[in-house]
């Protein structure tokens, strides 16, 4: 059976775009340009850290110093912390395993959540940190209901069981 010349054009812009889809899929990383955000301060890392930008789901790693926006959220890996540069001139540092959002805040301060870890520096006790509040949902829906079934023990129905 030959194969048409159609055929040999279909299958090479086949084998065309699933070599642009996997040089897509394993090799691009999408920059992070945002504009409109408004410019915080900078951090220089020391080792290896990761940063979420606010609009972006994705993780970037930073080795050299980056520019910082609102509701950025560093992480700084057990083998890794930041020095954290203020535009008001405040300093502090993210210690390893910790992370930090830089949230919204007035001309002379910003809020930062302390999501996990702690910071420290001759700046820290007077930048706003805030820890994260912990939120626990129940396993089960709760709305609307008087009483909760509790199960008995197990020891209860085996003795149940051997009494039948």
Known sequence: M??????KILILIGLIGIVVCSYLLFFYTPKSTLQGTSVIGKVSPKGMIRRRVARSLHWENLTEPATLYQRDIIYAPKDAHATVELTGGKKFELL???????????????????IEGQVKGPDAATVVVKKEV???MPAYPTRGVTSVAVANSIDTVSLRQSEL
């Open 2 to 7: 030959a194969i048409s010349l159609t055929d």
């Open 96 to 114: 390893p395993d910790s992370m930090i959002q830089l949230d919204e805040g007035s001309n002379d301060s910003i809020n930062i959540t302390l």
């Open 134 to 136: 912990q939120f626990r």
